[in-house]
């Protein structure tokens, strides 16, 4: 199983809203990875966990709340967003550590914040 | 020096042509560059990879030239076909960081 799967796929959500998007792995990878990407844009780095720790949070605002409970899984608890924070929300995982070396992407949550 | 810069933002080439997509850099201390290929509504996904050591690396029909002394590397695809219409990024990273530097990506448009 080389999949990362991620739901849900899309999610509209206003302003004051809770939400959670999750994603999981079951190729044994120990790095986790949250992105952000807006159209026509690269990806951009938001968290990474190692062996189930956070190990990189890249300045995100605090309205994201990144959560691994266990290896395979990764959530992402979105509370009181904006509408720029709409965006395509993508889970990645990475071999043993937090590497560069080929990254697992799923195919993302598409988010909409009214 | 961070940046690494890509072009053409877009790109049209016949079926059974050669696209080819540039990339250039800076920061010399960059020593693993890949290249992701993204369809609508999917993630990223690795196409191929390449270190400095090597020149050329190919992969079926997608081959990376890297020019160490210009700081470029590039992405041929060879008979281009419909459905390698794609958006194409090309990354570089130094040090197995886990943060990779992204290009802005290209559009690639195969047409029939």
């Known amino acids: 199983d080389t999949e990362v799967t991620q739901t849900p796929k899309h999610l509209v959500m206003g302003m004051t809203n809770k939400k959670s998007l999750k994603c999981e792995q079951h190729m044994g990878h120990r790095a986790m990875y949250w992105y952000k990407q807006k159209a026509k844009k690269p990806p951009e780095l938001m968290f990474v966990?190692?062996?189930?720790?956070?190990?990189i949070n890249e300045s995100v605002p605090s309205r994201f709340s990144p959560e691994c409970p266990n290896s395979s899984l990764l959530n992402l608890h979105l509370h009181a967003l904006q509408p720029e924070d709409s965006a395509l929300y993508l889970c990645a995982s990475s071999g043993g550590t937090a590497t560069n070396e080929k990254l697992f992407f799923g195919s993302g949550t598409q988010l909409s914040v009214l | 020096q961070q940046q690494v810069k890509q072009s053409p933002q877009s790109l049209i080439v016949q079926k059974g042509g050669i696209s080819i997509i540039n990339c250039a850099y800076e920061?010399?201390?960059?020593?693993?560059f890949p290249w992701y290929q993204q369809f609508p509504g999917k993630g990223p996904a690795l196409l191929i990879a390449i270190r400095p050591d090597v020149s050329e690396k190919k992969e079926g029909r997608f081959t990376i030239s890297f020019n160490k002394s210009a700081k470029q590397f590039s992405l041929h695809i060879m008979d281009s076909q419909p459905g390698d219409s794609a958006t194409y990024f090309c990354?570089?990273?130094?040090?197995?960081?886990?943060?990779?530097?992204w290009g802005a990506g290209t559009k690639l448009i195969i047409k029939p």
């Open positions: 966990y190692s062996y189930e720790k956070l190990s």
């Open positions: 920061n010399t201390a960059f020593d693993y």
């Open positions: 990354a570089a990273s130094w040090n197995s960081n886990y943060q990779l530097i």
